[in-house]
């Protein structure tokens, strides 16, 4: 069974441009997570779909955020412009509809703002 | 909204000692869970635990859950390099799927 996917792995973007992060979770999952960790510190939530819809968005941090399930499969984050602050690891993961079941994680995609 | 809190922020232990690191929550959670993140990896599932005052053993990491399912701890014994890495609480709310993280404790191996 393939795990979480994103793409890219690693980003280098300048201030002002427009990264877009894709996560494909595991087939059949219908709960899809993002989270980002910045300098080491601690993972925090950002945004929640269930199928194609958003459970909860309120960690994400500002409306220069934009994330998307179309179809209720594969999810885009979009970062329009980007700033500094913005680096870090962003990752994904995507758990059953069972709810409290365990999440999976993606590598991440790492995304540095110059 | 809810926070869930660790400690400590980093663990320097020697080899084959033993050590807790502690996660509270500021709210009754649901279930609790434990993931591991060895560094430049993902975090990677560990345990959840249910019940209150649960208690469950991986080999030499014992998982406790609170009686008030509000806190919980992680016991590694006879700690080994393998051992390296961000050990990360999770609380799933009352309501919601939504995973809080707590900071994560550092974990640092001497040999």
């Known amino acids: 069974e393939a795990g979480v996917t994103q793409f890219p792995s690693h980003s280098v973007i300048e201030k002002g441009q427009t990264v877009t992060l894709r996560c494909d979770p595991i087939?059949?999952?219908?709960?899809l997570y993002w989270y980002r960790r910045v300098m080491g510190k601690e993972i925090k939530f950002l945004l929640h779909?269930?199928?194609?819809?958003?459970?909860?968005e309120s960690g994400m941090p500002n409306n220069r955020f934009l994330a998307e399930r179309t179809g209720g499969t594969y999810s885009t984050l979009k970062v329009q412009p980007a700033e500094l602050e913005d680096s870090g690891v962003y990752f994904c993961?995507?758990?059953?509809?069972?709810?409290?079941?365990?999440?999976?994680f993606g590598q991440g995609t790492r995304l540095t703002v110059v | 909204g809810q926070q869930v809190m660790q400690i400590p922020q980093y663990q320097h232990v020697q080899e084959g000692e033993d050590f807790t690191t502690y996660c509270n929550s500021s709210t009754t959670l649901s279930n609790i869970q434990w993931y591991k993140q060895r560094p430049g990896g993902h975090p990677v599932f560990l345990i959840q635990?249910?019940?209150?005052?649960e208690v469950k053993k991986q080999k030499r990491l014992t998982f406790q859950f609170g009686e008030a399912k509000k806190n919980s701890s992680l016991h590694i014994t006879a700690t080994q390099t393998t051992d390296v890495g961000t050990y990360f609480c999770a609380g799933l709310g009352a309501a919601g799927n939504k995973l809080t993280f707590g900071g994560g404790t550092r974990v640092l191996v001497k040999p």
């Open positions: 635990l249910v019940k209150s005052g």
């Open positions: 087939s059949g999952h219908d709960n």
């Open positions: 779909f269930v199928k194609e819809s958003k459970q909860d």
């Open positions: 993961a995507s758990s059953p509809q069972t709810r409290g079941l365990q999440a999976f």
